[in-house]
């Protein structure tokens, strides 16, 4: 049995620990967060929870930060002194790796994780990264609390989790943006707000399937879809006349920036 003690009930700390409860029901776990509130939603989930930190990670085998970054410091000052053993897995976002290990103790093995937001439904992509501490074992570890989230996929240095923030950090962003855009679209076109909704998300559920198939090039799907002088390829003309594909190369390099400068 794994005993994890997650810090931080927020979001995405549920989303874990329920994930977790659900796909490895033979580890244990204790959420701590200082608001009852958010204690309130494991307990119904019959998950254990605390308020003090201290008390969750006693006897912990992993522990997972799921607080936001200007809170990680002030966790690192109690639980220092307590932890010597355990595998720390940060979700902490723009916290780079050497940073945690200077909070947290250089001798710890930690790894630092950039989820999204789909995780909240089973669906996210998590890049990760660990330092020399950290075993094949408890990469293996990470790897299976991570996944009760969506799928993982590992880094080599904290510039590629900045990059992992860029591009499938705030990606989700991206696709809500152009939702947005496209069922304006169809608003402008005369149909109703609900009808445009309906009909935009579920292409983008069905182009998201299609593209996810083993082996499918994005570029050779869109040629099969664009005809020769057809309503597609009218559409397409437009937004390569506007150099919107050089657009999002921009955008997400800004978001990089941001994410380079976050950390340092």
């Given at each position: 049995?794994t005993?994890i003690?997650f810090i931080g009930?927020?979001?995405?700390?549920?989303a874990?620990?329920?994930?977790v409860k659900k796909a490895?029901?033979d580890?244990?776990?204790?959420v701590?967060?200082?608001?009852?509130?958010?204690?309130?939603?494991?307990?119904s989930?019959?998950?254990a929870?605390t308020?003090?930190?201290?008390l969750a990670?006693r006897?912990a085998?992993?522990?997972?930060l799921a607080?936001?970054?200007q809170s990680i410091?002030?966790?690192?000052?109690?639980l220092?002194?307590?932890i010597d053993h355990q595998l720390?897995i940060?979700?902490?976002?723009?916290?780079?790796?050497q940073?945690?290990?200077?909070?947290f103790g250089?001798h710890l093995?930690?790894?630092?994780?950039m989820?999204?937001t789909?995780a909240?439904?089973?669906e996210?992509?998590?890049?990760m990264?660990?330092?020399?501490n950290?075993s094949?074992?408890q990469?293996?570890?990470?790897?299976?609390i991570?996944?009760?989230c969506?799928?993982?996929v590992?880094?080599?240095?904290?510039?590629d989790l900045?990059?992992v923030?860029?591009?499938?950090g705030?990606g989700p962003?991206y696709f809500?943006?152009?939702?947005?855009?496209l069922v304006?679209a169809?608003?402008s076109?005369?149909?109703?707000?609900?009808?445009?909704l309906?009909?935009?998300?579920q292409?983008?559920i069905?182009?998201?399937?299609?593209?996810s198939?083993d082996?499918?090039?994005?570029t050779?799907?869109?040629?099969?879809v664009?005809s020769p002088?057809?309503?597609?390829?009218?559409?397409?003309?437009h937004?390569?006349?506007?150099?919107?594909?050089?657009?999002f190369?921009a955008?997400?390099?800004?978001?990089?920036?941001r994410a380079?400068?976050?950390?340092t």
């Amino acid at each position: 049995m794994t005993r994890i003690a997650f810090i931080g009930g927020g979001n995405m700390g549920f989303a874990l620990a329920v994930g977790v409860k659900k796909a490895l029901p033979d580890h244990e776990l204790n959420v701590a967060d200082p608001i009852s509130s958010q204690r309130e939603r494991f307990d119904s989930e019959g998950i254990a929870t605390t308020s003090s930190n201290a008390l969750a990670v006693r006897n912990a085998d992993v522990i997972v930060l799921a607080v936001k970054p200007q809170s990680i410091e002030i966790v690192a000052k109690e639980l220092r002194p307590i932890i010597d053993h355990q595998l720390v897995i940060s979700i902490a976002a723009g916290t780079p790796l050497q940073k945690l290990s200077d909070l947290f103790g250089e001798h710890l093995a930690i790894v630092r994780c950039m989820p999204n937001t789909p995780a909240l439904v089973g669906e996210g992509i998590t890049g990760m990264l660990a330092n020399v501490n950290v075993s094949r074992a408890q990469c293996a570890l990470a790897e299976t609390i991570l996944n009760v989230c969506g799928t993982v996929v590992w880094f080599e240095s904290d510039d590629d989790l900045d990059k992992v923030t860029a591009l499938s950090g705030s990606g989700p962003a991206y696709f809500f943006y152009l939702i947005e855009s496209l069922v304006a679209a169809g608003e402008s076109m005369g149909l109703s707000h609900d009808a445009a909704l309906r009909l935009v998300v579920q292409t983008a559920i069905g182009a998201g399937a299609m593209v996810s198939q083993d082996g499918i090039d994005p570029t050779q799907l869109r040629k099969n879809v664009t005809s020769p002088g057809g309503t597609t390829e009218a559409a397409l003309n437009h937004l390569t006349q506007q150099q919107v594909d050089q657009e999002f190369v921009a955008a997400v390099t800004a978001a990089y920036r941001r994410a380079q400068e976050l950390a340092t």
